[in-house]
Nanobody
Framework: QVQVVESGGGLVPAGGSVRLSCTAS????????MGWFRQSPGKEREAVAC????????YYADSVKGRFTVSRDHADNMVYLQMNNLQPDDTAMYYC??????????????????WGRGAQVTVSS
């Protein structure tokens, strides 16, 4: 069973930055598309940013384009989400997903992912 672990997050003022990190067991991260999703109370989980196995294809939700950057480090078996200019609407639990459905221009949950437990990001106004 794949174990996915997120780290980072916390409380940050509007306009601030946070970096989330994700790693997975069994080195599966190295051969998988990866995604960051978020969910806030009363809302559905949404894809925020995804990255292909090679890192050559990325996806960003319109709401985060220009502010968030997804990257991966194969040597360290890590995936990152750098979030800049955070706004109160970015407040959510952020989840790392192994093997979301990533296509050119879209990313979504396939129902076959392995998920982490999430990292809370709270942006104060």
């Amino acid at each position: 069973q794949v174990q996915v672990v997120e780290s980072g997050g916390g409380l940050v003022p509007a306009g601030g930055s946070v970096r989330l990190s994700c790693t997975a067991s069994n080195l599966i991260l190295d051969t998988s598309n990866m995604g960051w999703f978020r969910q806030s109370p009363g809302k559905e989980r949404e894809a925020v940013a995804c990255i292909s196995r090679t890192g050559k294809v990325t996806y960003y939700a319109d709401s985060v384009k220009g502010r968030f950057t997804v990257s991966r480090d194969h040597a360290d078996n890590m995936v990152y989400l750098q979030m800049n200019n955070l706004q109160p609407d970015d407040t959510a639990m952020y989840y790392c997903a192994v093997e979301p459905s990533l296509r050119l221009g879209s990313c979504s949950a396939s129902g076959k992912e392995a998920w982490g437990r999430g990292a809370q990001v709270t942006v104060s106004s």
